[in-house]
């Protein structure tokens, strides 16, 4: 079905990049090569050979909350253990977040840490607040926008996507296409979030836009909390953690995900047979857009594979692989422009108008803070 075009501007920043060609690979010389576990670039590490060598050497990468359906990582990982020979280990697949940011901590040094990291922008702006991200520059780190990356290299984005309502039409006679029909007594005990917004990213935008759909801002998050109290209250909220194992059985017939999880469950739906109509809508009433952000672990037990992972991740190849699955490559716009991108794959992603524009730091910061401490308290009565 064709998707609906957006009527807002509260939506993340895919901002247009520099014209400047991705290929080259922006080594520079310096004295003598640096350990992969100190190196800032490949530059740095002696060259992409030199830092490719030292991750094959390695042999291994450990990651976590890595779904395979999950914008394209399970493409992601086959990819880059047949193009390296390196073995790509996942622990706790379907966490969120949060438990990324928890194994840093507690498995620091003990070998078992996640190399690299994948988490939404708070939870990367509080990883490299705590000390817990080396720097690192990938080739294409120049052109990232600077609103999509921290200064220092600790973090940056990767791939985005937009709030959006997914519906089973098997099982829901007319689907929401907006915040406010989430509010009519047919979808009672429908209703749910991929995710406690507490610890998950996705869930966590979910209230963003809820906000911005009931009268609050950038600045002012409580007007969601408040609606998904309301829809708590009146039954129409489910506890549920929406999946496509939950959605396959008629658990979580309503869904509020990003849009590039919810059309790719609709494709996993018909390919598999299974017997769901899932449908996707992006709220005109409460639009909102975020990207996922890597970064490296500072004690990463594979220093070489972790920064050669950044570089797979950046290349026009990795990020033309998230496309694939409907999730908009940070690159996406210098891409464009040099000719490397997947103009097929691009012509399926939902049209956006209107100037975008995203919370700051400080106003993601606050929205999460706000966020820990009543949310529970609001959907539990």
Request: with cysteine.
């Amino acid at each position: 079905m064709p998707a609906p075009r957006l009527r807002t501007a509260f939506v993340a920043a895919f901002l247009a990049l520099s014209a400047a060609p991705l290929g080259a690979c922006g080594d520079k010389h310096v004295a003598a090569p640096r350990a992969p576990a100190v190196a800032t670039s490949a530059a740095d590490a002696g060259g992409m050979a030199a830092l490719t060598a030292a991750a094959k050497k390695e042999g291994s990468l450990n990651t976590i909350a890595l779904p395979r359906d999950w914008a394209n990582y399970g493409v992601l990982i086959d990819g880059f253990e047949k193009k390296y020979g390196i073995k790509l280990s996942v622990e706790n697949p379907d966490g969120a977040s949060q438990d990324e940011i928890n194994a840093l901590k507690e498995h620091r040094g003990d070998g078992r840490a996640p190399d690299v990291i994948d988490v939404g922008g708070s939870f990367a702006q509080t990883a490299a607040r705590e000390g817990l991200l080396a720097p690192y520059e990938v080739a294409a780190f120049d052109r990232i926008p600077e609103a999509q990356k921290d200064k220092h290299a600790r973090w940056y984005n990767n791939y985005g996507g937009y709030v959006s309502i997914g519906c089973d039409a098997k099982r829901v006679k007319t689907c929401p296409s907006t915040f406010a029909d989430l509010r009519k007594p047919e979808y009672k005990g429908q209703v749910s979030l991929n995710g406690d917004p507490t610890e998950s990213e996705s869930a966590f935008a979910g209230v963003y836009a809820a906000a911005l759909a009931n009268g609050g801002s950038f600045d002012d998050v409580q007007p969601g909390i408040d609606f998904f109290a309301e829809l708590s209250k009146n039954g129409n909220f489910t506890p549920v953690q929406s999946s496509p194992d939950t959605i396959a059985k008629g658990q979580t017939p309503i869904s509020i995900d990003w849009d590039f999880l919810n059309l790719g469950y609709a494709d996993q739906f018909r390919e598999k047979g299974v017997d769901v109509d899932w449908r996707t809508a992006i709220p005109f009433d409460g639009s909102f857009a975020e990207y996922y952000a890597n970064g490296v672990n500072k004690d990463a037990p594979h220093p070489a594979a972790a920064r050669l992972w950044q570089e797979y991740l950046f290349s026009p190849e990795g990020q033309n692989i998230r496309l694939g699955a409907y999730a908009r490559p940070v690159l996406m716009d210098a891409m464009a422009q040099d000719g490397t991108l997947d103009k097929a794959a691009a012509a399926k992603l939902p049209t956006v108008e209107g100037t975008p524009t995203f919370p700051t730091k400080a106003q993601t910061e606050k929205a999460r803070r706000i966020v820990d401490r009543n949310w529970a308290k609001a959907v539990s009565g």
